[in-house]
């Protein structure tokens, strides 16, 4: 069984930033596209940020321009460094292989006071 962590979370104040960590149990070179998805209470989970094995990104519009997703295929570690934050950002953030799911980490919070 495949087992994500991730770590980084925390509260910060709006325009502010937090660099979020996932580590994979897996080596990142077998998975095709890894991404990070979110869920903000009451809401449905949403993909925000993807990156191929080849290193291609693409980035849900709420969060392009602000977020960089990396990965560190040595590392089995998948980076999100957030910038100028907004309140509206505040979620439990995940990890996950974009095509095959595994299990669901337990996330890690991040919040964002205004």
């Known amino acids: 069984q495949v087992q994500l962590v991730e770590s980084g979370g925390g509260l910060v104040q709006a325009g502010g930033s937090l660099a979020l960590s996932c580590t994979a149990s897996?080596?990142?070179?077998?998975?095709?596209?890894m991404g990070w998805y979110r869920q903000a209470p009451g809401k449905q989970r949403e993909l925000v940020a993807t990156?191929?094995?080849?290193?291609?990104?693409n980035y849900a519009d709420s969060v392009k321009g602000r977020f960089t997703i990396s990965r560190d295929n040595a590392k089995n570690t998948v980076y999100l460094q957030m910038n100028s934050l907004k309140p509206e950002d505040t979620a439990v953030y995940y990890c996950?292989?974009?095509?095959?799911?595994?299990?669901w980490g337990q996330g890690t919070q991040v919040t964002v006071s205004s």
């Open positions: 996950n292989n974009v095509f095959v799911h595994y299990y």
């Open positions: 897996v080596s990142l070179f077998s998975i095709d596209a």
């Open positions: 990156i191929t094995k080849a290193g291609n990104t």
